[in-house]
């Protein structure tokens, strides 16, 4: 694999996608069948913090924040963009694509359709496989508080843990990425498995959208 694996982020949305590298770049498609490409600077240049959990956290909020700009650049372009069929079908397929995408420039191919619909459309890096593992180690953090603890203070520690499933999930799913742990690959399965709900497979057109968002971010 080359060394491109950790340059490179996306998210989906039911009309493109959006891929954060040197800078932000989100591509979706038109009405009239072209390809609108917007980019923005992404700060630091998508560079996290080194400290762990810490680290899982900013990369958290930063996913939050482009989604929002996107999410705002998607209504400014509201007029252009090709609203035609089932919103969440669109977005799992956009989601695939996304995966697709990135795997294929993480494995050094030229980015081509055809080359892209030959990987998978699960990919270890991705958001779902962090909030599936965020959400079963928070329920297990709270599950082991005492019944009798006042409320108050319940609150309090529930969502502390909640902070801190979400840091260590981003750790977790880092080492099983980056071939460090298989314990970590093992406890973070649940989460790829969860990625067969929320992508599926894109056309060519799709994949063309987020092939010229990775063109732009890179």
Request: a positive charge; proline letters at 4%.
């Amino acid at each position: 694999m080359s060394n491109n694996i950790t340059t490179v982020g996306g998210q989906a949305f039911p009309m493109g996608v959006l891929m954060r590298g040197k800078r932000n770049a989100a591509a979706f498609k038109k009405a009239d069948g072209g390809i609108y490409v917007k980019t923005w600077d992404n700060q630091n240049g998508g560079q996290l913090p080194k400290t762990p959990v810490v680290r899982g956290l900013a990369a958290i909020g930063k996913a939050v924040i482009d989604g929002a700009s996107t999410t705002a650049q998607l209504i400014k372009s509201g007029k252009e963009a090709d609203k035609k069929g089932p919103y969440i079908t669109k977005l799992r397929k956009y989601h695939g694509a996304e995966h697709k995408t990135i795997a294929c420039y993480e494995q050094g191919q030229e980015l081509t359709v055809e080359n892209v619909k030959q990987h998978s459309r699960i990919h270890p890096r991705c958001g779902t496989s962090v909030a599936v593992t965020a959400v079963l180690a928070q329920s297990l953090m709270t599950a082991a508080l005492p019944k009798s603890m006042e409320p108050r203070k319940r609150e309090n520690l529930e969502l502390a843990a909640m902070v801190l499933a979400m840091g260590l999930s981003y750790e977790l799913n880092r080492k099983a990425w980056r071939g460090e742990s298989k314990l970590a690959e093992k406890l973070t399965a649940p989460g790829r498995w969860a990625q067969k709900l929320t992508t599926a497979e894109p056309d060519d057109e799709m994949i063309s959208c987020a092939i010229a968002a990775l063109e732009a971010a890179k």
